[in-house]
Structure formats: structure tokens, C-alpha cells
């Protein structure tokens, strides 16, 4: 817990509004500078998937592939491969398909798996004190978004991935991840399986390839441009959004909630609150109606001999009366 001279003292909210006094912005990022590679990726995607909007990249079945590719990679990339394995070693399975559930992760757009390791882990360590890289006590659009804007050097990949993700670097595979622009290739190979992919089913429904050809962008359009803005946005509300409004089971020191929308939005990672009091569990649910299709497919898994090892929820001490309250806690 940092001292109060670490605390923003103008426009302090009440006790009512968060459990924590608002923070300043950490250190490393004042003065700001202006972070052009994620600016530039960050605004050209969002601006290419605003073409969804164009009637000439419109139609239903690149939609469809946009809806099902919107809860797949995001399920199976960040939360599984990238959130529930690598982060926090909630199950093992083999290599194989650990990989797999990267090389998807990476067709999300959200930094090499290491350094995505590094950033949350640290999240935990510093969870809504300063040092965090994106507590919402700095600011909600901070939590958001701002802070992939800017350059931290906090953040700066030899010096996290020293303390953070030594256990990830051991594996060759990531650490050739981190060179030779494996992330930007990825990437690419993944608009051309998308087009790909749309030239085939353009083709069959048109029998032609001047017809098929509109249909292929289409599924880039939808299928990576407006899927990558969903599931950006369905893991940055986990990172501002529940650590602002939600109920709370467990007394944590920092403000994670629960919250019912993202809950159900992102497969089980939006029960913050349940995550934060017990980190390295594989199931984020507690509640009936906490439904965590996450560890549902992590179970799955485990049935058909795919994962080992799932950890399960520990005992930790609720709340008195916690799922009665709402909003923020005081």
C-alpha cells in the first residue's frame, strides 16, 4: 500500500464511491509520451472495423463469423490460453494445444504471451495501489484504454519479464515469439486465412470469382477487424469496469467487483472479485448464477484427458452479506 503522498488530492471521492482514495498515475508514465505503435494499431483497427458500416461489407454470414470468432478466440486465446494457464498456472494440458491456445491469443492483438503474463501479474501484485498498470482509481478511461497510449517505462519488456515471466521464457517457443516479428506474422496469416476462407464460401454462394472477392473482405472486415475491437474491449471492461461497479463476496485490498454483465460477457472473467481472493483457481463462478463458461471449457477439457491439475476454489472467507451489495463498497 503506497502512502498517501502517492495519492492525487484533488477531487478525491467519497468512501462510498471506492474503498481506496483515487490514485495518481504511476510514475514511469509522466512526463506523457505518446506510445504511436499501440496509438496507431489501436485507432486503424477500430477505424477499419467502422467499414462493418459500409453496405458493401455487409452481409449475414460474415457477421455470423464475426459473433462466433468474437466468443471463440476470446475464450479460448485471452481467457484460457493467455489468463487462466500461462498467467495464473490454473490447470496443465499438453503442450500441443497450450500453443494452440496462443498462437489464437495472438490473433487477439494483445501483446506476445509473455508480456501479457508480466503486465497482469504485476495488475495482481499492485492491484488498485499506483505501481498498477491500470487501476480505474487513476481514471476509468485510464483503466480502459489510456493506459496502452502511453509509454511506461515500468512496463518495458527486459525489465518485467525478469521478475514476472521467467516461467513463460523458459519455454522456447515464446521466447521466439518475441523475435523476428512472429506476433506481426501471426497476424497476417490470420487476414489471409480469414479471406481465404470468405473467397470459399463467396464462391460458393455467387459461382463466381468477381462476386466472391466483395465477400472475402468482408469476412476480414468482420471477422478480424470487428472481432479484435470486441474482445479488446470485453478484456479492457475486466480491467476498468469491474473494479468500479459490481457486488463484492470477499474482502480483498483492492476494489475488484463482481459484475454481472461482464460476467456473462466474457466467459466467466468479469466474477473479479472472486478471482482476486483466489487468484490461481481455474473456476471464477462461486455463485449459481455466476456462470463461468470458461471453466466449463476448461472442464471439458479435463473430461476428455486434455487438461490435468485444474485448480479448484480454496476456502476463503466471504463477506458478511455481500451478495446483498451492490455498487461500490465502502
Same mark, same amino acid.
Given at each position: ?34 506510445? %504511436? ?17 459500409? #453496405? ?79 487501476? #480505474? ?15 511506461? #517505462? ?27 516479428? %512472429? ?18 464460401? &463467396? ?28 474482445? %479488446?474491449?470485453?478484456? %479492457? ?8 461497479? &459490481? ?20 466467459? &466467466? ?62
Amino acid at each position: 500500500m503506497p502512502d498517501s503522498k502517492h495519492y492525487a488530492t484533488a477531487v478525491l471521492p467519497s468512501r462510498t464511491t471506492f474503498a481506496k482514495p483515487l490514485l495518481a498515475l504511476p510514475d514511469g508514465v509522466q512526463p506523457y509520451r505518446i506510445d %504511436w505503435v499501440n496509438a496507431s494499431v489501436i485507432g486503424g483497427v477500430h477505424a477499419l472495423a467502422l467499414l462493418a458500416l459500409m #453496405p458493401q461489407f455487409f452481409n449475414w454470414t460474415a457477421v455470423i463469423v464475426a459473433i462466433v470468432a468474437a466468443r471463440l478466440f476470446g475464450l479460448l486465446g485471452i481467457n484460457i490460453g493467455y489468463h487462466r494457464l500461462l498467467t495464473h498456472r490454473g490447470f496443465a494440458c499438453p503442450k500441443w494445444l497450450e500453443h494452440t491456445f496462443v498462437v489464437i491469443a495472438i490473433c487477439c492483438a494483445e501483446d506476445t504471451p509473455a508480456r501479457w503474463v508480466a503486465v497482469h501479474r504485476r495488475h495482481h501484485e499492485t492491484s488498485d495501489d499506483r505501481p498498477d498498470p491500470h487501476s #480505474p482509481l487513476a481514471g476509468f478511461l485510464w483503466a480502459h484504454v489510456g493506459w496502452l497510449l502511453v509509454k511506461n #517505462p515500468e512496463l518495458a519488456r527486459l525489465g518485467i519479464y525478469e521478475r514476472y515471466a521467467r516461467d513463460v521464457l523458459r519455454d522456447p517457443f515464446y521466447v521466439r515469439l518475441e523475435r523476428n516479428f %512472429w506476433q506481426l506474422r501471426i497476424l497476417l496469416i490470420q487476414l489471409n486465412v480469414f479471406f481465404l476462407a470468405g473467397l470459399v464460401v &463467396g464462391l460458393l454462394q455467387t459461382g463466381s470469382i468477381l462476386d466472391a472477392i466483395p465477400i472475402a473482405v468482408s469476412f476480414i472486415v468482420w471477422g478480424v477487424f470487428v472481432r479484435t475491437v470486441f474482445v %479488446w474491449h470485453q478484456t %479492457w471492461a475486466v480491467n476498468s469496469v469491474t473494479h468500479v461497479w &459490481g457486488y463484492r463476496n470477499f474482502t480483498t485490498d483492492d476494489d475488484s467487483r463482481n459484475n454481472v454483465f461482464i460476467g456473462l460477457l466474457a466467459h &466467466g472473467e468479469g466474477w473479479h472479485n472472486n478471482h482476486h481472493a483466489d487468484q490461481r483457481s481455474a473456476r471464477h463462478g462461486r455463485r449459481w448464477w455466476e456462470v463461468d463458461t470458461t471453466y466449463l471449457t476448461i472442464r471439458l477439457l479435463e473430461k476428455v484427458g486434455l487438461a490435468w491439475d485444474v485448480a479448484l476454489p480454496r476456502a476463503v472467507q466471504e463477506t458478511p452479506g455481500a451478495i446483498r451489495q451492490t455498487g461500490s463498497q465502502t
